[in-house]
């Protein structure tokens, strides 16, 4: 893959809780997104339902009259699990069904504050980018700090030397949402030359097997 340079995004898939926080902020940051979002004409991404800021935040990018999607596997939704969801449904079989939809109907992703699901979702995300399969940037938008530690954590692991420098720099944080944005359009994707050596179009391959495997996972 070649080295992606800063591009307009169309679509974002915003990951974020299905609750809303104790934090007020954490609603009128979800809010604030979706109108930003409809203002720039961007379409969304998400993971389905109406509830906490998942529903905050796609309701109001819908009112913008922006287009909005929501991938859920059929289980949540037959379930009623997360409420009804805003806009086009499109339901799939599992829960990996729904990443890679995800990946394949989005430029860039945001993360909103939320809890294991949604911190899972960013970080199979960027694992991919880590191995070199997209080049989409991914926004951390750390309402009232909720993120810090997470990102003391990054700096941490790449300090002693289990995250490389070019995947720290995977994850942008930003603390308002039209800052968020910008940086993901600015965005420039520099690989880890370890990762540019696998070819993920093929099965298996003699260039793989003779790779320097100083990749970090």
Not at 21 to 30: M, Q
Not at 70 to 89: H, Q, R, S
């Amino acid at each position: 893959m070649k080295e992606s340079s800063a591009h307009q995004i169309k679509s974002i898939c915003v990951f974020c809780g299905s609750n809303p926080g104790k934090n007020a902020k954490f609603v009128e940051a979800a809010n604030n997104l979706g109108k930003v979002l409809a203002k720039r004409k961007i379409h969304l991404v998400y993971g389905g339902g109406s509830l906490g800021l998942m529903g905050c935040m796609s309701t109001a990018i819908h009112a913008g009259e922006s287009q909005v999607l929501g991938i859920i596997p059929t289980a949540l939704a037959e379930g009623n699990f997360v409420g009804k969801t805003v806009g086009e449904e499109l339901r799939v079989p599992t829960m990996q069904d729904r990443i890679s939809k995800m990946l394949y109907n989005s430029d860039a992703f945001i993360a909103l504050p939320g809890g294991i699901g949604t911190l899972e979702e960013n970080f199979q995300i960027a694992s991919l980018a880590q191995l070199n399969i997209h080049h989409k940037p991914i926004g951390l938008l750390n309402v009232d700090g909720f993120f810090n530690k997470l990102l003391s954590f990054l700096d941490q692991a790449e300090e002693e030397n289990f995250i490389p420098h070019s995947a720290r720099q995977i994850f942008i944080s930003a603390s308002t949402a039209e800052e968020m944005v910008d940086k993901l359009e600015d965005f420039v994707y520099k690989p880890d030359p370890v990762a540019t050596q696998l070819d993920w179009s093929k099965g298996n391959s003699s260039k793989k097997c003779k790779m320097d495997l100083s990749l970090y996972l």
